[in-house]
């Protein structure tokens, strides 16, 4: 290969690289934090948010969305794929008031039916699913109900074997596992403790699941990311709930660090430049003050060739349309900067 045309393709991948975005950012609250229950006359605007569920059905009656706005810090739209992510961290505030037993572990759907094995309930966290056509930003209005015909109109997202959207809120009656994202987990407390103290719920989601990893994808390309929290902990009026601070409370008002908080480690890989099986630059040459570039072609078809000085914004320099299937060359004045060039072959 030309050694010419090895310095400038080494220009390239370099530029690609430093074009490749690699971050560790940290969302300190979000732009939407909402309990949802039946008779939650409040919505949006309460300090507390309670996980729950109905022990008669297994329900999960209490249930606490979250959402964040990625879009101020990561940039959108820059092709679901190329979003890799390799963690993310969601933190939760407990009051511990009233107390409640840890359970670091999932539960499986039968242990709600029969004994559980290990005392407590986990702490859930999903994806967000949605009915009746309604998205995240939707529920910043008091006017967007959580409930519809006696559905959910925002749920805990999931997907049975088959790869088909489900809506966890009752996996038990419905005998299936609700596959959490991630389990809430706690630092200091045993197994089977009771957490009657504030604590942070640390949720380290599990992305190793390709469909988590897609809807994480398509959120942060889209602009923001949602999820719903949840449990199978059983109320009463002594307590048995897990109560959570929102960015509505009096304590994060006064001291902050109370509302749900997000990191996320990613990358963001800049999209590899359409090429065209049936042709490619076979030569670039230069000689005193001209550059000579050759490429393959088709009969009939139109080629554009494009130069650029920071690979990422292209101009067109020619164009003509192949009147044989021999090979084309073209020569132009060199440049005192180093250029790069491609050719596009039109469809």
């Known amino acids: 290969m030309n050694r010419t045309f ?24 979000p732009y939407l934090d909402r309990w949802t229950y039946p008779n939650n006359s409040t919505p949006g605007s309460r300090g507390m948010a309670s996980v729950f569920a109905n ?8 249930q606490f969305v979250v959402g964040f706005q990625t879009s101020e810090l ?42 559980d094995s290990d005392p407590g309930r986990p702490i859930e966290l999903h994806g967000a699913g949605y009915r009746n056509d309604y998205i995240g930003e939707d529920f910043l209005s008091r006017d967007t109900p959580s409930f519809s015909g006696g559905l959910r109109t925002v749920y805990p997202l999931s997907w049975d074997d088959d790869g088909n959207e489900l809506d966890v809120s009752g996996n038990v009656p419905l005998g299936v596992e609700s596959k959490p994202w991630a389990i809430g987990k706690i630092a200091g407390p045993e197994e089977g403790a009771y957490v009657n103290e504030e604590k942070d719920v640390i949720f380290e989601i599990d992305l190793s699941d390709p469909n988590v990893n897609q809807y994480v994808q398509s959120e942060l390309n889209a602009g923001s990311l949602h999820f719903v929290f949840s449990s199978l902990h059983t109320a009463n009026h002594q307590g048995g709930f897990v109560n959570f601070f929102t960015s509505d409370s009096p304590e994060h008002a006064f001291f902050g660090g109370y509302s749900p908080r997000m990191e996320i480690k990613y990358t963001i890989e800049p999209s590899e430049p359409q090429v065209a099986e049936n042709f490619a630059i076979n030569s670039i040459q230069i000689r005193d003050n001209e550059i000579t570039l050759t490429w393959n072609q088709l009969q009939g078809s139109e080629y554009v060739l ?27 004045p060199k440049e005192q900067n180093s250029k790069l060039y491609k050719v596009l072959k039109k469809e």
């Open 6 to 29: 090895l310095f400038l393709l080494f220009l390239l991948v370099n530029i690609i690289r430093s074009n490749l975005i690699a971050e560790d950012v940290e969302f300190k609250e």
């Open 55 to 62: 022990s008669s059905n297994w329900d999960r009656m209490g």
């Open 74 to 115: 990561i940039p959108i739209e820059k092709g679901v794929n190329n979003y890799k992510i390799d963690s993310i961290k969601v933190t939760l505030v407990t009051p511990g008031e009233p107390s409640f037993q840890y359970d670091p572990s999932y539960d499986l759907f039968e242990t709600y039916l029969n004994e």
């Open 306 to 332: 494009q130069s650029s000085s920071d690979g990422n914004e292209w101009i067109d320099v020619h164009s003509q349309t192949a009147n044989s299937d021999n090979e084309y060359s073209i020569s132009l």
